[in-house]
């Protein structure tokens, strides 16, 4: 008699799937082979090659990593833009960089003085000095960031891959670039402008107001020469000190950035000498705080200058007083002119000129304000309708 062995069948946990709930059913499916067919070139296997060369090798290669990805992180989106940058919005910082890249492709890194003048210098397509080791992109975003948040050159050059020579070489270059670029859009506007954007809490009280001025001071790193520290040193700081003076519209644009003069220089020296005076109308009114003694100087424009008035001493002891009409007019101004220390606020947000400037950029100290001003105006308005 023939012997019969047992079979097995496996065990399935979901038989319905095969429509049938027994094995023997089970072992009557037709089962069938399929395959796909896929035509490929040796052009498509060489590129393919080529390319998983080219992802290994940069996948090798960390210090691109980390500047690629941290270039990424910088504009993933507006928030990060604003945070790393202080421009409001990703489009707004791809359109200055499109303004930009039209003529920052011949830039030379600076070196000092004589490389203004060297003309022996190595080409990178097209490019004079050294060759590129960033892209254009990444250099933009290199300046904006060290403006933007301050942050240490050896920090960046680990970020970049690159060293601390070059991190300074190319933050001096592009931000004297954006200065040269940028600066002319810090216009004086014209009256009209003004009048035609002005607040309602100006047109109220003050509506032939002109500019709001006030001048302030940026730190800086405390230099070895006992020339220099004495030129610097503000007695009303009690640091070393650089000083310009600011203006701004009623709406709250900067529209004047004068020069740094050292921290000891009166504000009447700077207004006198900056050049502010040759922007000021017959009919104007400038705004200011109490200690800018150029009433004179304004008068000369044939122009009015709006300070809070002086208290005067009392008859009946030795106290000062203001009478209540002057009282109302030390409050209508002063809440005028507090846009401008907003202004100055906003502007010191640039970490790098806000905290204490290293002495090694004092030379493209005036640029950075400059910059940082032209980056003021982009943001959203300061002064509400």
Not at 156 to 177: C, E, N, P, Y
Request: charged share 25%; net charge positive; proline share 4%.
């Amino acid at each position: 008699m023939k012997r019969v062995e047992h079979v097995t069948f496996p065990s399935l946990d979901h038989v319905y799937a095969t429509g049938s709930s027994t094995p023997t059913e089970i072992a009557d499916v037709d089962v069938k082979d399929s395959a796909v067919q896929t035509d490929l070139s040796m052009d498509d296997i060489s590129h393919m090659s080529d390319e998983i060369k080219h992802l290994q090798s940069k996948l090798n290669d960390k210090s691109t990593l980390l500047k690629e990805a941290f270039t990424e992180t910088v504009t993933k989106n507006d928030e990060h833009v604003r945070l790393y940058t202080g421009l409001p919005t990703l489009s707004m910082l791809l359109g200055i960089f499109n303004i930009l890249t039209a003529k920052c492709s011949s830039l030379k890194y600076w070196s000092g003085q004589p490389s203004a003048r060297d003309t022996n210098y190595r080409r990178n397509r097209g490019k004079p000095g050294p060759a590129r080791k960033l892209s254009l992109f990444q250099e933009f975003i290199l300046t904006l960031v060290r403006l933007r948040l301050g942050i240490f050159e050896f920090f960046i050059a680990d970020l970049f891959g690159i060293s601390k020579s070059r991190v300074s070489q190319i933050f001096i270059t592009w931000i004297t670039f954006m200065s040269n670029v940028f600066g002319k859009f810090l216009k004086w506007p014209s009256r009209e402008q003004v009048k035609k954007y002005m607040p309602l809490s100006f047109r109220k009280h003050y509506p032939n107001t002109r500019a709001i001025i006030d001048c302030t001071e940026f730190f800086l790193q405390r230099p070895r020469s006992p020339t220099a520290q004495a030129a610097t040193y503000s007695s009303y700081k009690s640091k070393n000190t650089a000083k310009c003076l600011l203006a701004i519209s009623p709406s709250g644009n900067i529209t004047f950035v004068s020069k740094l003069y050292g921290g000891n220089v009166s504000d009447r020296y700077i207004t006198e000498h900056s050049g502010f005076l040759e922007f000021v109308e017959e009919g104007d009114d400038i705004m200011a705080d109490r200690g800018f003694t150029i009433r004179d100087l304004v008068t000369s424009k044939k122009a009015t200058l709006n300070i809070p008035p002086f208290t005067r001493k009392c008859s009946w002891g030795k106290r000062k007083r203001l009478n209540v009409n002057e009282i109302k007019q030390t409050r209508n101004i002063a809440k005028l002119r507090i846009h401008v220390e907003r202004a100055i606020q906003r502007l010191k947000l640039f970490r790098l000129i806000g905290n204490i400037i290293p002495w090694s950029l004092k030379p493209v100290t005036n640029q950075m304000i400059k910059v940082s001003a032209f980056l003021c105006n982009l943001m959203p308005t300061l002064v509400r309708k």
